[in-house]
Every structure is written in structure tokens, then in C-alpha cells.
């Protein structure tokens, strides 16, 4: 049985967290490779242990655009389509977007009015979009870099164990 532990909190700095946390995610993810069920799983991880997050979840590709998977938080925009807001922009993008300022993101799409900043992870296997990791903040410049690159750990974390 998997239990969060409190190491998380005692992290010095956010290499340290995200090295807990992906430490955390691989016992919590083990042996599951339902797409559904690791996304809940990690989604709500990661929200109860990032401090600052007002919304974290999936959105998952159908063939023809963004549709909600798993999240924390408050209710969030169903559809998104391709180069649409943030989490479309970076799936066609193939790369990760940190937004400091979302009303500054042209085409912004505000599920949720207090959210602030925003960095997205898209999802791909191979050359076949999967979808999108996205957490949203009520703060201003609330993800870095570092952010960035320990959750694009997190999302390989989550991908590498999705079945086929």
C-alpha cells in the first residue's frame, strides 16, 4: 500500500521535491498501467504536494482534440481543440509551455478566473499526441524552469508505464 510521506514538506528546494515526488509517483504508480487510473493517482499527488496549485489533471487526445481527463480542483474546460489555449498550444508545439501571466497568453482559455500562471507537459508516444499534463496556480510566475523540467519527469514517470 502506497502512503504519502512527509518527506515531501522537508525538501530543501524544488530539485529535492521533485526528486521525492517522482520517488513518490513510481511506488504509487507501480504495477498500474490503466491511463486512467495513473492520471487520477498522479494528478492528485501532485496537487496535495506542490504548494500553490489552485487546479492539476490530464486532458487526454481523441483524435481530434483535447478532452478533460482526471484532475484536482475546481471544474475545468471539457474540450480543448489542437493550438487551442495553452494545453493545445503546447501539444502542437511538442514542448512545454510556462506561462508567468496567463492573460498575457494570447488565446488563454480561462476555465478557472483566479488561476494566474500555468505550465503545460504535452504528451506524445512516438509521433501519435497522448495529451496533456497542466497545472494551474492563483499565483503570478508561480512555475520556473525547474518546475518545468521535474514535471516533465513526472509526466515520463507517467507514460512510461501506460499500457499500450
Same mark, same amino acid.
Given at each position: 500500500?502506497?502512503?504519502?510521506? !512527509?518527506?515531501?514538506? /522537508?525538501?530543501?528546494?524544488?530539485?529535492?521535491? &521533485?526528486?521525492?515526488?517522482?520517488?513518490?509517483?513510481?511506488?504509487?504508480?507501480? $504495477? /498500474?498501467?490503466?491511463? +486512467?487510473?495513473?492520471?487520477?493517482?498522479?494528478?492528485?499527488?501532485?496537487?496535495?504536494?506542490?504548494? $500553490?496549485?489552485? *487546479?492539476?489533471?490530464? &486532458?487526454? *487526445?481523441?483524435?481530434? /482534440?483535447? +478532452?478533460?481527463? !482526471?484532475?484536482?480542483? %475546481?471544474?475545468?474546460?471539457? %474540450?480543448?481543440? *489542437?493550438? %487551442?489555449?495553452?494545453?493545445?498550444?503546447?501539444?502542437?508545439? %511538442?514542448?512545454?509551455?510556462?506561462?508567468? /501571466?496567463?492573460? #498575457?497568453? !494570447? $488565446?488563454?482559455?480561462?476555465?478557472? !478566473?483566479?488561476?494566474?500562471?500555468?505550465? +503545460?507537459?504535452?504528451?506524445?508516444?512516438? #509521433?501519435?499526441?497522448?495529451?496533456?499534463?497542466?497545472? #494551474?496556480?492563483?499565483?503570478?510566475?508561480?512555475?520556473?524552469?525547474? #518546475?518545468?523540467?521535474?514535471?516533465?519527469?513526472?509526466?515520463?514517470? &507517467?507514460?512510461?508505464?501506460?499500457?499500450?
Amino acid at each position: 500500500m502506497f502512503a504519502l510521506t !512527509p518527506r515531501l514538506a /522537508e525538501a530543501a528546494d524544488k530539485p529535492a521535491l &521533485y526528486r521525492l515526488l517522482i520517488e513518490q509517483g513510481r511506488a504509487l504508480l507501480e $504495477g /498500474e498501467h490503466d491511463r +486512467v487510473a495513473r492520471a487520477a493517482n498522479l494528478a492528485a499527488l501532485i496537487f496535495h504536494a506542490l504548494p $500553490g496549485l489552485n *487546479w492539476c489533471g490530464f &486532458y487526454f *487526445w481523441n483524435g481530434r /482534440e483535447l +478532452v478533460l481527463g !482526471p484532475f484536482q480542483g %475546481r471544474p475545468a474546460c471539457t %474540450r480543448i481543440g *489542437w493550438g %487551442r489555449g495553452v494545453c493545445g498550444s503546447a501539444l502542437a508545439a %511538442r514542448r512545454s509551455l510556462v506561462v508567468p /501571466e496567463v492573460s #498575457d497568453f !494570447p $488565446g488563454h482559455i480561462a476555465c478557472d !478566473p483566479a488561476s494566474r500562471s500555468e505550465v +503545460v507537459v504535452p504528451l506524445w508516444r512516438g #509521433d501519435a499526441p497522448f495529451g496533456v499534463l497542466d497545472l #494551474d496556480s492563483p499565483l503570478p510566475g508561480r512555475f520556473d524552469e525547474e #518546475d518545468r523540467i521535474g514535471l516533465e519527469a513526472l509526466a515520463k514517470l &507517467y507514460l512510461d508505464g501506460v499500457a499500450e
